[in-house]
C-alpha cells in the first residue's frame, strides 16, 4: 500500500448496524402446531394454519415467548408487558399467507448489549437497539432443478428473533465479534443451535460510510446472504471500499440490497430501495396481544443457566486462566460443562484446562467424536492429575500411557494403570538420595568446577541419577536434591 491510498481511506469513517436472525429450537412454529424441524422432507409440516387458509387462526407459541424473554434477560434488554403482533405484507412465492405475523412497533426486548470481544483483551460493548418475534417464510430452491425454482413450505412459520444492533460497528472485524457472541448467547441459552450453514443464524449487514468526524451518517447499503461469520467480514470490509471509492469518484452510493458472493469476494445489487416496499404493517387482527408480568419474568430469571460472560469471569478471575484458555474452553458450552464437573474434583485448574483442550480433545478429533460422547469420569481425569502434582508420575507418561490405558479400561484406576504399566515415578527420597551419591561419585572433577560456578553442570548429574533410576525418578524432587547434595 502506498501513501497516498492509505490516506484516501483514512478519511472516512464507517457505520455499520446488524440485523440477526435466530431460528428458534422450539418443536412446533411460531403460530401453529405445525413440526419445526430442519430437514424433513419436503412440504410434509405445513397445515391450513401454516397456509393461512380462510377460518384457521394462529396462537402464539408460548415456547417462543419464553425464548425471547431469556434473551431479553441475558442481554439486559427492557421486557415489554403488553406484546402486539402485527400483520407486514407482501407477495412472494415462499410466503403462502401473503403476509408474515411479526412485532413492529411493540418488539419484545428494546435496548440491551452485547460485549464483543477484539483482539488483545480489547471489548467493545454492542448496544442493541431492539429483539422481536416473528414467523420466517418457506424456501425457495433456486439450485435443485436447473430450470425451475422449488418451494419448500416447511420453514413457513418457524419460529423466530431478530436481533437489531444500533449503527455502532466500525469493521467487519468487530461484527464478527459480536456475531461469535451472539451464537455463544444462543448456544448457551438453548434457544437456538447457532448452525449459519443450516440458515438457523443468519445477519445481514447495514453499511455507510462518512468523512470522520461527521455528524450525519452517509446512506445506507444492506448486504445479505452472507453464511458465514467470516463472509460476513468480508462482505463488510468489501462494502467500506466500495463505497469510499465511489465518494471519491464523486459516484452517488445508491440506497440498495446488495448480494454478497463469496467465491468472487464482492457484493453486487439484488435491488433498489429507492421505490421500497410498503409492508402496510396492521395489527394482527387475529392474534390478542401477549401480556408478559414481572412474575412471569422472575419465573424465568430463576431457571437462567450461567452465561458465557459469567463463565468468562469465572474462569479469568476465580480459576486464573489465560483469555484465551477461558475462551477455547467455553466455546462449547458441552467442553465447559465437562470442565466445570472436572474442576470440583480438581483445584488445579489450570491443568485441567490443559487435559480438556489437550488430551483429551486430541482423542475426540481422532475419532470423530464430541464430548457428549466422551465416556470416561471426569474423576478418572482429576486422579491423573494429582498424581502428576504428587510427583508420582510424569506428564509425559500421564497423557502418552495412562491416558489411552485409562480410555481402554475404563473401571481401572489411574493408579492401577499406572502401576501395572510399571510408570509410578520414585520420588521416595532416601533412595534418590542413594542414586544421587552414586551418580556423583563419578565426577569429583566436575563438582569441583560446578562450586567454582559452572552452574550449567546440573543437568549432567541430574541426567546421570534418571539413567541410573531407569526414568523412574521424580524430576522435580530430583532436582532438589542434587542441588542440595552439592551444596553439603
Ligand atoms: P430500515 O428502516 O432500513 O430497516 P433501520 O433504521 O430500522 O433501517 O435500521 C436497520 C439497521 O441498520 C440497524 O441495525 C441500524 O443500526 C442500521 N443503520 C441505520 N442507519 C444506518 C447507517 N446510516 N449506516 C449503517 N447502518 C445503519
Ligand atoms: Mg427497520
New binding site residues.
Partial sequence: MNRKFMSVYDKYES?????CHIQLLTKTKMYSSDVAEYGALPNTNVSVVTLGHPGTLPVVNARAVEFAVKLGIAVNADIREENQFARKNYFYADLPKGYQITQDKTPICNGGYIIAKLKDGITKKINL?RIHMEEDAGKSLHDIDPFETLIDLNRAGTPLLEI?????FRSGEEAYAYLTEVRKLVRYLDICDGNMEEGSLRCDA???VMLKGSKE????V?VKNMNSFRNVQRAIDFEIKRQIDLIEASEPIAGETRSFDAVKGLTFSLRS?ENANDYRYFPEPDLQPVFITQEYINKIKAIMPVLPDELFNKYTKEYKLGEYDALQLMDLKEVAAYYNKLVTFTSNYKSAANWVMGPIKAYLNERALTISEFTLEPQKIAEIISLIDEGKISNAAASQSIFPELMKSQIKTAQQIAKELDLLQNSNSNELQDLVNEALAKFPEKITEYKNGKVGLLGLFVGEVMKLSKGKADPKLLNQIVKETLEK
Avoid: D
Avoid at 457505520?15 to 440485523?19: Q, R
Avoid at 451518517?217 to 445506507?220: A, C, E, R, S, V
Fill in positions: 457505520v455499520i448496524g446488524l440485523e437497539t437489531v444492533t444500533e449503527p455502532e447495514n453499511i455507510s451518517f452517509g446512506k445506507k444492506e430501495k
